[in-house]
């Protein structure tokens, strides 16, 4: 890592750091009702939201009634988003006239922006209307992020309460979540963005001369786009001259803020935050990457101060960036080191010099390798899946680390909430891993690890890998799944093993040179989205539910301490061997082999 590089990263990590306390100190005050200037200014708006939609802001809600109440309304939301594509050519703001998008694409993107996925198969300025990307795509952004933010808040409440039969009200979190977190921070956001460069307008795409006219040759195709030949069978060619481009514009700061705050990633434009319009200038790329792990972070403090021990929240804190600094400072290395393959003297030949200045190779020179790969790790680390680069042109170990965050169940910071509630789960099996060892009834936080948490805890970390590994084999079993993999050997195992992973994670990243825009990766990566978002949630209330019913069990001689160096090291490696353990057979055959052949200097050849 070069000494720039770690300068920049070192900033970005001190700037995070800084701004968790009061960040999580104001959070914690919006969820237990306490004075923090927002809530009382805008408390008529909230009570008045409540009234509209008929609901009594102090009846707390058992967990079943708080999970169906979570799925009633995510549901709402996934048809809304879905109808709005299939109707867009009949909606107003649609200047550019795009038609309705194909139902299996429709049904992907309404299960992606509903389950804080953000996976995207199509590119935005070509394919959805102004009305679809705010509407649809911008409220989902706002409401899966604050369905997170609520789950994690209900288990909260299941560590701080006792004898109790409620969990809280499903529409009280949701809306503060909304009105006084995601809200500001996202209208502050955009307008530094737009103040940058960032472009937010209803205007139609506009058509600009170019400073220099571009020639060059193209391949000739009749009417029904097919090649033209000449007599003896050789393609013929033709001369295009260009000398306008269409700029893509719209209202994309106000989605761009939200899309990095409430970790969803998905792009306004196709290329994502590697587009200048997304993302201009160096200030930019800070804030934007700031913003992907501002309110995670944050909500390990907000997690402390509810439960009454800001230990507890600190040691989850330093654990996710403990582990994150770690795979920054892999991936960073790896890019910079470059691959030995593509030498000075060319492409196959043996020689001992690598790429000049490392591996730039679908990065913005703009932004530079350590800002590349730092975002990358972010991005995959905190369930965000928005990029400024390419990640399918990353080293094998490079594009390695942001798949491996994902696989660890997305627990490393995370998205907004879930990523919490997921570190959470691994911290109770971390405690019932000690319990194991000295013969003792586990406890977190002053409640007993018994049976049926443990059945919970056990689902929410086996879903995700049953989804990736479970896909991935069948999409390599079957022809459909195969034929929209482009890139033959281990590196087209690998855009299928990241695919799922991210589907499987709720992240929404990608490999590019797959063709998920087909009906067979619609239907099973957006399947795969549904499961693993709802079918956590459910298990993370359940958990909330029964924690919420026992009392507070005195600490003793035998508690285990989970604010002390020790347990932070216990919950590392429990974190990492579970993702050891599940994930290495299927990276050893993807990246693993690539970084192999890479260095041995072999390029896989198809035949």
């Known amino acids: 890592m070069t000494a720039q590089g770690f300068l920049q990263i070192s900033i970005y990590f001190i700037v995070l750091l800084v701004s968790v306390k009061p960040l999580g100190i104001y959070m914690a005050r919006i969820y237990q009702d306490e004075p923090a200037v927002l809530n009382r200014w805008f408390s008529c708006v909230e009570m008045r939201i409540y009234r509209l939609c008929g609901i009594k802001p102090d009846l707390d809600m058992r967990w079943q009634h708080y999970a169906l109440a979570l799925l009633v309304f995510n549901l709402l939301g996934l048809l809304v988003v879905y109808g709005l594509q299939r109707c867009q050519d009949l909606l107003p703001l649609n200047p550019q006239r795009f038609s309705a998008v194909a139902p299996d694409s429709a049904f992907n993107t309404a299960v992606s922006f509903a389950t804080n996925t953000n996976w995207q198969g199509y590119g935005g300025e070509n394919t959805m209307s102004y009305l679809t990307q705010m509407l649809g795509l911008s409220v989902q952004n706002f409401l899966s992020a604050a369905s997170g933010m609520a789950v994690l808040v209900a288990l909260i409440r299941g560590f701080s309460r006792r004898n109790s039969n409620s969990i809280g009200n499903f529409w009280v979190d949701v809306t503060r979540s909304t009105l006084y977190i995601l809200l500001p921070l996202s209208f502050i956001l955009a307008l530094v963005l737009v103040n940058q460069g960032v472009v937010q307008t209803f205007k139609p795409y506009a058509s600009v001369s170019l400073q220099e006219v571009l020639t060059y040759q193209t391949p000739k195709v009749d009417e029904y786009g097919k090649a033209v030949a000449d007599a003896e069978g050789r393609p013929l060619t033709e001369i295009v001259t260009v000398s306008e481009q269409n700029l893509a514009l719209g209202p994309a700061a106000s989605q761009i803020a939200i899309k990095q705050l409430g970790t969803n990633g998905g792009g306004f434009f196709s290329v994502n935050s590697a587009h200048p319009f997304e993302n201009p200038t160096p200030l930019t790329n800070f804030l934007e990457m700031l913003a992907i792990l501002l309110i995670p972070a944050a909500l390990c403090y907000t997690f402390g101060l509810m439960i009454?021990?800001?230990?507890?929240?600190?040691?989850?804190?330093?654990?996710?960036?403990?582990?994150?600094?770690?795979?920054?400072?892999?991936?960073?290395?790896?890019?910079?080191?470059?691959?030995?393959?593509?030498?000075?003297s060319g492409v196959d030949q043996r020689a001992s010099i690598q790429q000049a200045g490392g591996n730039m190779e679908g990065k913005e020179a703009r932004f530079g390798i350590a800002n590349s790969a730092l975002w990358a790790v972010l991005t995959t680390a905190a369930s965000n899946g928005s990029v400024n680069s390419m990640h399918d042109s990353f080293t094998p170990i490079g594009g390695m680390v942001p798949m491996w965050l994902m696989q660890l169940g997305e627990v490393i910071f995370g998205g907004v909430g879930?990523?919490?509630?997921?570190?959470?789960?691994?911290?109770?099996?971390?405690?019932?891993?000690?319990?194991?060892?000295?013969?003792?009834?586990?406890?977190?936080?002053?409640?007993?690890?018994?049976?049926?948490?443990?059945?919970?805890?056990?689902?929410?970390?086996?879903?995700?890998?049953?989804?990736?590994?479970?896909?991935?084999?069948?999409?390599?079993?079957?022809?459909?799944?195969?034929?929209?993999?482009?890139?033959?050997?281990?590196?087209?195992?690998?855009?299928?093993?990241?695919?799922?992973?991210?589907?499987?994670?709720?992240?929404?990243?990608?490999?590019?040179g797959l063709a998920a825009n087909v009906p067979f990766y619609n239907f099973m990566l957006g399947l795969a989205m549904l499961i693993s978002r709802y079918g956590l949630m459910i298990p993370v209330l359940a958990l909330a539910g029964s924690l919420a019913a026992k009392t507070i069990v005195p600490v003793g001689a035998g508690t285990l301490p989970t604010h002390t160096p020790l347990f932070a090291v216990l919950l590392i490696i429990t974190v990492v061997m579970v993702g050891a353990l599940t994930f290495v057979p299927a990276l050893a055959l993807g990246p693993v082999v690539e970084h192999l052949q890479m260095t041995g200097h072999y390029s896989f050849n198809a035949r």
């Open 308 to 344: 009454g021990d800001t230990r507890q929240g600190w040691l989850i804190l330093g654990v996710m960036t403990l582990v994150l600094a770690a795979l920054v400072f892999v991936a960073v290395s790896a890019e910079q080191n470059g691959n030995p393959l593509l030498t000075a």
């Open 418 to 512: 879930s990523g919490l509630y997921g570190m959470i789960v691994f911290a109770i099996v971390a405690v019932f891993i000690a319990g194991l060892m000295i013969g003792r009834t586990p406890e977190y936080l002053g409640k007993k690890i018994e049976a049926y948490e443990m059945k919970m805890t056990a689902l929410i970390i086996l879903i995700p890998p049953f989804l990736v590994l479970g896909g991935t084999a069948l999409a390599l079993m079957t022809d459909a799944g195969k034929a929209a993999i482009f890139n033959p050997g281990p590196h087209g195992f690998s855009e299928v093993l990241y695919a799922f992973s991210s589907a499987g994670n709720n992240n929404g990243s990608a490999f590019g």
